[in-house]
């Protein structure tokens, strides 16, 4: 398109920021939803290349990011201690910040790099501004951030509306339009159970008195991933009555999904100051940004969650979490504390299978006196144990069920990740679920049809915003897409599974024993050097595959009976390695894990 007439610059899938008839230039595939075709298909557009599909930039920016968010780790540290009159150390703080904090420098950077690049390309662009009194609330807490980032169109216009009015407003020419009420747009599930259950509260309660008649009762479970069965039997091994979340008895619960619905007041952060070095502009909009995104629960409701935690009368030698760290703001708080007064944290991996290249900025080793991975460990706090969430899980029930069940599909489970970058990270982001989806339709293609008569796909379990599950029905037909939504029970009735990517469905599929093959886009995700000994092993053994016609290839060979192939000497020796090293399925995992936490 040409620079001589303005384009529309078009950041969001928020119509009403379209203009009427001017070509547009779309910030990226976000912009464009499925189920909007018709209107964006008659509209003369081009759509800008995602940055991070240049998987060298990535590598690069990944570096910086991380730099970056220990310098911000360090100032807002003091920057905390000073607006709260207090003197904690950066550990402490860390907790709290974390994983908000290494999401927000991500989430700030890509859209940047986004407007850069656009800006870049255009010497002379149109937008259109929301012309709205009601500014974006700053997050109460991680998963509001992610809730907002990842899947808001509404959040994410106001994002790009301010790093173009810092930056950009010489290059381009704006419109104002009245924000108009939108379409629910996709939001995730909660990702943390937070919601008030009586009847669980009172297990958790009078698991907690329990305890005190109980000799040893040091380990405190807090969503840690555990399946009930496991957690239930462990616990009473340990001598202690086991209790799944006694903080519910001192939780701010109101009506709402927080004790305080405050806002935040600038005024008032703005006695926030921190002491950061900018030494680019981006950073001098971070920098700018930050104190008034800060999540709710660390500014104006910190004083008061700190002292509901303060009334907490329970104090174990070790918490052991796996997804508390991350979501639930009142366990931080507690944990925090926890960690002043000289208790350990142990964080489990909320899933596993093969490790990524980078991930996280290493915050979960930062925060922790353990890690407990899925694979043998590769870093210094990481102790590999039989993974709690598959362990006195599968065996039995599920072995009964494949009983009961005809064992006749070829069943696919997909992939989506979120419309926008919410972290930085070596797996797909954005729109590059794409090519996992393109692999798929031509796996599909490339099979027998004696095969593709039993063929199913399971897609994401819940929409990303990129409604793969209807790509998949327009496709394929109603018939080949899975209403059953349970994993095992799929797992269950499948001939031979065909998993999209190599995370924790993988290892759960391998756990099962039924046949199973990994086909994924390799280039988009990089893995640690210490998985890809075992990833060749398992190429050998005809596990892994990463051209879909060579996949369908293989499913269409072993089809008749499957597990001539999957015990064979080769794949036997692929499975075991695999179980070795990424999934260890110890069948003494009891007492592994009690020896562990009495160490």
């Known amino acids: 398109m040409s620079n001589k007439t303005p384009c529309m610059l078009v950041t969001t899938a928020l119509e009403n920021t379209w203009g009427n008839s001017e070509n547009i230039i779309f910030l990226g595939e976000w912009c464009k939803k499925y189920e909007r075709r018709h209107i964006f298909e008659n509209r003369k557009h081009e759509i800008l290349e995602f940055h991070w599909d240049d998987r060298g930039k990535l590598a690069k920016d990944y570096i910086y990011l991380e730099n970056l968010h220990q310098l911000l780790l360090g100032s807002l540290t003091q920057a905390l201690n000073n607006f709260h009159g207090v003197e904690y150390n950066q550990r402490y703080w860390q907790i709290l910040l974390d994983p908000w904090l290494m999401a927000y420098v991500s989430v700030i950077f890509d859209r940047w790099e986004s407007l850069r690049i656009a800006f870049e390309k255009n010497i002379y662009l149109k937008t259109i501004f929301l012309n709205s009194n009601i500014a974006n609330n700053p997050p109460y807490s991680y998963e509001d951030f992610v809730r907002n980032s990842a899947y808001s169109d509404n959040w994410n216009q106001d994002i790009y509306e301010r790093i173009i009015s810092f930056k950009y407003l010489d290059q381009c020419s704006l419109e104002l339009v009245d924000a108009s009420p939108t379409s629910s747009e996709n939001i995730i599930p909660s990702l943390d159970p937070l919601r008030f259950h ?92 930050i104190v008034y995104d800060i999540p709710i629960f660390l500014v104006e409701d910190y004083k008061m969650l700190q002292e509901k935690v303060s009334k907490i009368n329970y104090s174990p030698k070790i918490i052991i979490t796996g997804s508390s760290h991350w979501v639930d703001y009142f366990a931080k708080i507690w944990f925090a504390e926890h960690v002043l007064r000289g208790g350990k944290i142990f964080i489990l991996e909320h899933g596993g299978s093969l490790p990524p290249y980078k991930e996280l900025f290493n915050f979960e080793s930062d925060i922790s006196d353990k890690r407990i991975s899925w694979f043998l460990p590769y870093n210094h706090k990481d102790v590999q144990m039989p993974p709690p969430k598959i362990i006195g899980k599968n065996n039995l029930f599920f072995q009964v069920n494949r009983l009961l069940t005809r064992n006749r599909y070829c069943s696919l489970i997909g992939n989506e990740c979120a419309r926008w970058v919410h972290r930085v990270h070596f797996y797909p982001m954005a729109n590059q679920w794409v090519s996992s989806f393109n692999m798929t339709l031509k796996f599909y293609r490339y099979l027998d049809d004696n095969v593709k008569d039993f063929f199913r796909i399971k897609p994401y379990p819940s929409s990303q915003g990129w409604n793969t599950h209807q790509r998949f029905v327009d496709l394929l037909g109603v018939g080949k897409v899975y209403k059953e939504k349970s994993l095992s029970k799929i797992y269950s009735q499948s001939k031979v599974i065909v998993c999209s990517y190599p995370e924790t469905t993988f290892s759960e599929a391998m756990a099962s024993g039924v046949p199973t093959i990994l086909m994924y886009p390799e280039h988009l995700y990089e893995l640690h050097p210490v998985a890809l000994p075992l990833l060749e092993i398992l190429r050998l053994g005809n596990i892994v595959f990463n051209d879909p016609a060579d996949a369908a290839k293989h499913i269409n060979l072993i089809w008749a009976n499957p597990f001539i192939w999957w015990n064979s000497s080769s794949t036997v020796f692929a499975r075991k390695e695999f179980f070795r090293q990424a999934l260890n399925l110890d069948f003494d995992w009891i007492k592994k894990w009690k020896e562990l936490l009495e160490r």
């Open 198 to 289: 009586s009847i669980r509260s009172l297990i958790s309660i009078s698991a907690l008195y329990l305890n005190r008649l109980f000799k040893f009762n040091n380990v405190a479970f807090i969503g840690a991933s555990f399946n009930k069965y496991a957690l239930f039997k462990l616990s009473l091994r340990m001598g202690q009555f086991p209790f799944f979340n006694f903080l519910d008895k001192y939780r701010p619960f109101s009506s709402g999904r927080h004790f305080s619905l405050s806002r935040s007041d600038k005024s008032v952060r703005s006695d926030i100051e921190i002491s950061f070095h900018a030494s680019s502009i981006f950073e001098e909009f971070l920098k700018q940004s």
